[in-house]
């Protein structure tokens, strides 16, 4: 399965962002994606996934603000960013691991 990964962009401390992931197949079928973000001082990290039944999981400091959900029908997995910080800033990817899939990067800039 091929990703496409969009939506990224500078935006001010406290703004919002929503990232989009569209996949070549259909999803539904998937087990797990989600989204990571990587930056050169702190590495590639996970920041939320969602299986294929809806179950949902985020990096502790992300609760609250970012929400994973997806589109079956659209094959598409979002993650929406709220209350955005400055150490928000990295790259972001979308994924799907079971398949060893992962899209391009999108870049996040959180900054006044």
């Known amino acids: 399965v091929q990703l496409q990964a969009s939506g990224g962009g500078l935006v001010q401390p406290g703004g919002s962002l929503r990232l989009s992931c569209t996949a070549s197949?259909?999803?539904?079928?998937?087990?797990?994606m989600r989204w990571d973000r990587e930056t050169s001082g702190k590495g590639r990290e996970l920041v939320a996934f969602?299986?294929?039944?809806?179950?949902?999981h985020y990096l502790n400091s992300v609760k609250g603000r970012f929400t994973i959900f997806k589109d079956n029908a659209k094959s598409t997995v979002y993650l929406q960013m709220n209350s955005l910080k400055p150490e928000d800033t990295a790259i972001y990817y979308c994924?799907?691991?079971?398949?060893?899939?992962w899209g391009q990067g999108t870049q996040v800039t959180v900054s006044s």
């Open positions: 994924g799907a691991p079971g398949l060893n899939s």
């Open positions: 197949e259909n999803i539904a079928g998937i087990n797990v």
């Open positions: 969602i299986t294929h039944d809806g179950v949902t």
